[in-house]
């Protein structure tokens, strides 16, 4: 509501692949896409060269790997991404397996699945 009510238009879908992608449809008008690192929309070339509108390229997450730097210079397009967005969760994440091994959880909750421990 808050694009819509300023005269913007959201478009939202997982259909990123392909000619007739919705993606594919939709970037020839976008200003901005955002897109997320684990299952990103590439942003070739081709797609620059079809995005006459388009201003930002943006990660929502780390990494730019899935868009082409140079096409992006070259259309003048901004590259951004959210740096440190997902940094303490994943020293989280790193810490709890570290933990899963040293105390050896998956084994002992085999044993828990199996019937095993009784107290």
């Not at 992608?21 to 590439?42: G, R």
């Not at 082409?68 to 003048?76: G, P, R, T």
């Amino acid at each position: 509501k808050f694009l819509e009510d300023r005269g913007h238009t959201l478009v939202v879908t997982s259909d990123k692949d392909g000619d007739n992608s919705v993606f594919e449809k939709e970037i020839v008008d976008a200003d901005i896409v955002i897109s997320q690192p684990f299952w990103p929309a590439y942003i070739t070339a081709d797609r620059f060269a079809k995005a006459k509108n388009l201003k930002m390229c943006v990660t929502a997450g780390i990494g730019s790997d899935h868009v082409d730097l140079e096409a992006a210079c070259d259309n003048k397009v901004t590259v951004t991404e959210v740096t440190f967005c997902n940094s303490i969760s994943v020293a989280e994440h790193v810490v709890m397996q570290i933990l899963a091994l040293v105390r050896n959880y998956m084994p002992s909750y085999q044993i828990v699945r199996d019937g095993g421990w009784n107290i």
